[in-house]
C-alpha cells in the first residue's frame, strides 16, 4: 500500500484551497464522527467513546509537554504525538484573581509607542506598517503571547487492518480541526454580526478564516484580542496581504478588522466594549487568568445578548481563558421571575468530551460543575434526541433547543480528541490524493 506523507505546506495548500461547500463537507464528516462518539457502541461504530483512549501527556524540559492521542475511526487507526510549550503553571495556593485584580493588572501596565503617527486605541490596518510598539507591559504566568503555541509533531493513520497509509504534519491540522469543531454551532446561530477573537496564533487565524468561508457575508466586524500588538499585526498583514485571503477580503465590503492590545492606555474600555458588542466570542489562548473580568457577560448588562463564546485555547486543569462564575450562571436554574430581560440559557456547558474535559478543562474543573451540567457536543447534533434531554430539565424540547443554540448564551468547551484529528486526518489524505499533493512512498 502507498504511504501518503503530507507536510504543514501541504496541509496548508489544500486547506487554503477549500471552498465554503468544502469546509461544510468536512465539518457534517467531523460532526458524525463525534456523534457516534457520544452515542456509538463498540458493535456499532469504530468512533465510539470505548475506542477512543484518553490522551497521555509526559512533561519534558523549557516548559514544554508532549501528547499521545491514540483514536480510532470505523475505517483507520491513529496516533498524534505533538509536542507544546505549555503555560507556567500558578502555585497550588494561588487562589484565581479577582475582577479588581484583573483590571489592576491591566491599568497599571505601560509602554511606549514610537511613530511617526502614534497609533490610536484601534489603529487602521493600512497604518500598521509605520508602527513600532516598545512595550513595558507585565505578564500573567501564561505564555507570553509573541511566543508560538503551535504543536510540534505528526498524526499517523493506519488502517483498521494495521497498514500505515498515511504520516501528515500536526501544526495546522490541529489548528483546523479544533476551529471545524468549534465552528459547528457557530453556523447555526442567528446573528453573527460582530466576532471577538482573543489571539493571535494559528488557532486564531483558522477560527476567522473559517468564520469568514461560513457566515462571511454577514460578518462586519472582526475585533482581535492580544496580549502582544505586534504578532497580532502580523497576523492582520496575513489576512490584508496574502493572496489566499483576498477572495475573503473582497467578498464583503462591509468588513473590518481591528487589533487591541493592552500595551493601549484605552484596552480595559475596548475590552469591555468588544466583549459586550460581540455575538461570537472565540478564546483562542493558553492563558491561565480570565480574558476578561466575569462582570462583562454575567451581569444584568452583559446578559442581554445572546452569545456564542468557545474555549478551546486552554487544556490543562491549571489553565483557563473563562471565569468559573461565568460557566456556573450558565449553568445556575432559571429563575422564571426575574427583573431584567437577558438572553436565554441552556442550562449547560457543551463540552467535546464529558470524561475529559472533567478531568482536563480548568475552566470546568475551577467552576465545580458536575457531569449533569455538561453535554457533549456529539449528543447536540442529532437534535431530537438532544431534545429529550432538555424536556428532562424542564425545558421545552425541541423548539427551546433550537432557540438557544440559535440564539441564546452558549458557552462550548474543547480540550480536543484524537478522534477529530483521525476524522479530518483521513479527509485531508483523500483530497491531496486527488489534487496530486504531497509525497508517495510506495509499496511502504
Not at 426575574?338 to 482536563?360: F, P, Q, Y
Request: aromatic share 6%; charged share 20%.
Amino acid at each position: 500500500m502507498p504511504l501518503t506523507i503530507l507536510s504543514d505546506s501541504d496541509i496548508n495548500s489544500i486547506l487554503y484551497a477549500l471552498n465554503r461547500d468544502d469546509v461544510l463537507g468536512l465539518q457534517n464528516n467531523l460532526a458524525e464522527a463525534l456523534h457516534e462518539y457520544s452515542t456509538g457502541t463498540q458493535e456499532t461504530t469504530g468512533c465510539c467513546q470505548s475506542n477512543q483512549p484518553q490522551r497521555i501527556a509526559i512533561p519534558a524540559s523549557n516548559n514544554q509537554t508532549t501528547l499521545f492521542m491514540p483514536a480510532s475511526t470505523s475505517t483507520s487507526r491513529g496516533i498524534k504525538i505533538a509536542t507544546l510549550t505549555t503555560s507556567l503553571e500558578p502555585p497550588r495556593n494561588d487562589s484565581l484573581p479577582s475582577i479588581a485584580s484583573i483590571r489592576s493588572n491591566t491599568s497599571t501596565s505601560g509602554s511606549s509607542i514610537s511613530s511617526s503617527n502614534a497609533p490610536t486605541p484601534e489603529t487602521p490596518i493600512s497604518q500598521m506598517s509605520s508602527i513600532s510598539i516598545s512595550s513595558s507591559t507585565k505578564t500573567d504566568p501564561s505564555i507570553t503571547s509573541s511566543q508560538s503555541t503551535s504543536p510540534i509533531g505528526s498524526l499517523t493513520l493506519l488502517t483498521s487492518a494495521g497498514t500505515p497509509y498515511a504520516f501528515l504534519a500536526a501544526s495546522t491540522l490541529t489548528a483546523f480541526r479544533t476551529a471545524l469543531a468549534s465552528t459547528t454551532i457557530f453556523t447555526r446561530r442567528t446573528n453573527v454580526h460582530t466576532i471577538c477573537v482573543f489571539g493571535a496564533g494559528t488557532q486564531a487565524l483558522w477560527h476567522i478564516r473559517l468564520a469568514l468561508l461560513l457566515r462571511g457575508s454577514e460578518i462586519h466586524h472582526v475585533h482581535v484580542i492580544n496580549r502582544n500588538f505586534e504578532r497580532a499585526r502580523k497576523l492582520m498583514e496575513t489576512i490584508y496581504t496574502s493572496h489566499e485571503w483576498e477572495h475573503l477580503r473582497k467578498s464583503n465590503s462591509k468588513l473590518d478588522f481591528s487589533i487591541v492590545s493592552n500595551e493601549y492606555g484605552e484596552y480595559n474600555r475596548l475590552l469591555k466594549e468588544h466583549v459586550r458588542k460581540a455575538d461570537a466570542i472565540f478564546c483562542c489562548t493558553p492563558s491561565t487568568t480570565p480574558l476578561f473580568p466575569a462582570e462583562y457577560l454575567t451581569s444584568a448588562e452583559g446578559r442581554k445578548k445572546g452569545r456564542y463564546v468557545s474555549a478551546i485555547g486552554s487544556y490543562r486543569h491549571h489553565m483557563i481563558e473563562l471565569h468559573p462564575e461565568i460557566l456556573r450562571q450558565a449553568v445556575a436554574p432559571e429563575h422564571k421571575h426575574h427583573h431584567h430581560k437577558h438572553a436565554e440559557r441552556g442550562g449547560v456547558i457543551v463540552v467535546d468530551s464529558l470524561e475529559a474535559c472533567l478531568k482536563e478543562a480548568g475552566e470546568v474543573k475551577q467552576a465545580g460543575l458536575s457531569p449533569e451540567q455538561l453535554v457533549e457536543i456529539g449528543e447536540l447534533l442529532m437534535v431530537k434526541k438532544a431534545s429529550m434531554k432538555e424536556i428532562e430539565r424542564g425545558g421545552e424540547g425541541e423548539v427551546g433547543l433550537k432557540r438557544w443554540l440559535q440564539a441564546g448564551n452558549v458557552i462550548y468547551k474543547s480540550v480536543g480528541l484524537g478522534l477529530m484529528d483521525i476524522c479530518v486526518g483521513e479527509d485531508l489524505v483523500m483530497l491531496a490524493r486527488e489534487r496530486g499533493l504531497g509525497t508517495t512512498v510506495e509499496g511502504f
